[in-house]
Nanobody, 120 residues
Framework: QVQLQESGPGLVKPSQTLSLTCTVS??????????WSWIRQPPGKGLEWMGA???????YYSPSLKSRTSISRDTSKNQFTLQLSSVTPEDTAVYYC????????????WGQGTLVTVSS
């Protein structure tokens, strides 16, 4: 059974780059037709899809975050990463990685999430 685990710093200073890694076990990130997403939820707000990297390796991004977001993968470690640049306190959120099949709409397996606080 596939499992996802987010990791990275819990505190980032304003203007810096937030970097998170999602480690996948029980399945390969290159398996056909799976899409690997990053989603976040600010305190008291709804879920926001940030972007995804599919089995083929070419990432997709939310238009509202595209200028600040980069998603990449390390197939040798079965990991994919999120980088969000020029962060502000508004980027404080619980960040999740998730897997979906066949496109960007579905997310059937989620990591537990990790809280990232942006503060000086």
């Amino acid at each position: 059974q596939v499992q996802l685990q987010e990791s990275g710093p819990g505190l980032v200073k304003p203007s810096q780059t937030l970097s998170l890694t999602c480690t996948v076990s029980g399945g390969s990130i290159t398996t056909n037709y799976y899409y690997w997403s990053w989603i976040r939820q600010p305190p008291g707000k709804g879920l926001e899809w940030m972007g995804a990297i599919p089995y083929s390796g070419s990432a997709y991004y939310s238009p509202s975050l595209k200028s600040r977001t980069s998603i990449s993968r390390d197939t040798s470690k079965n990991q994919f990463t999120l980088q969000l640049s020029s962060v502000t306190p508004e980027d404080t959120a619980v960040y999740y990685c998730a897997r979906g099949y066949g496109g960007l709409a579905t997310k059937e397996v989620w990591g537990q999430g990790t809280l990232v606080t942006v503060s000086s």
